[in-house]
């Protein structure tokens, strides 16, 4: 049995709704890939708020934000001060995130990793992470502000928006 792994960004979306789309997609773990946990817009999508609610509302929360956050520390991860996806991606931190979610989809689990931005192109949970996923073989699904679906395949098929300057490679 293989999992599902989906994606998500909160700045869209109250609590409750998010929580109810991603149960509706039989998630069960609700992955925080921000560097910095914290939303003064939305103070229901703090890693606070967030490990208080899990239980109520019916979903693990598991904060990845250190192996798979967009912004890390590392001073090795940057190139003329943007960070470098190249570089990241080869960091040992970074691929142990990645395994940790692909052994949680060969074990069945449905994960959804969690962000701020509400368009999945414009996020590095897409650039980096997603890219990083499906080439290791895993199909990984974006929720749209929306409500809808779309594969990571798909969503790079469309134009680039790049409208964070993020390096697309």
């Known amino acids: 049995m293989t999992g599902r792994i989906f994606t998500i960004g909160h700045g869209t979306w109250t609590l409750d709704g998010l929580v109810e789309k991603i149960r509706g997609m039989g998630v069960s773990h609700l992955l925080d890939v921000r560097t910095s946990p914290y939303s003064a817009h939305q103070p229901e999508f703090t890693r606070l708020a967030l490990e208080k609610a899990a239980d109520r509302k019916g979903y693990v929360y598991v904060y990845m934000g250190e192996q798979l956050g967009g912004r890390p520390p590392h001073a090795d991860c940057y190139t003329d001060g943007k960070v470098d996806y190249g570089k990241l991606r080869q960091k040992d931190f970074f691929k142990r995130g990645i395994e940790r979610i692909l052994e949680s989809q060969q074990s069945g689990i449905n ?24 080439d290791a073989g895993a199909i990984v ?11 990571q395949a798909l969503l790079l098929a469309e134009p680039p928006s790049n409208q964070l300057g993020l390096p697309l490679a």
């Open 141 to 151: 699904e974006h929720f749209l502000p929306d409500g809808r679906t779309i594969t």
């Open 111 to 134: 994960v959804c990793l969690m962000c701020a931005e509400g368009q999945p192109k414009d996020c590095h949970r897409t650039q980096l992470v997603s890219r990083a996923l499906t």
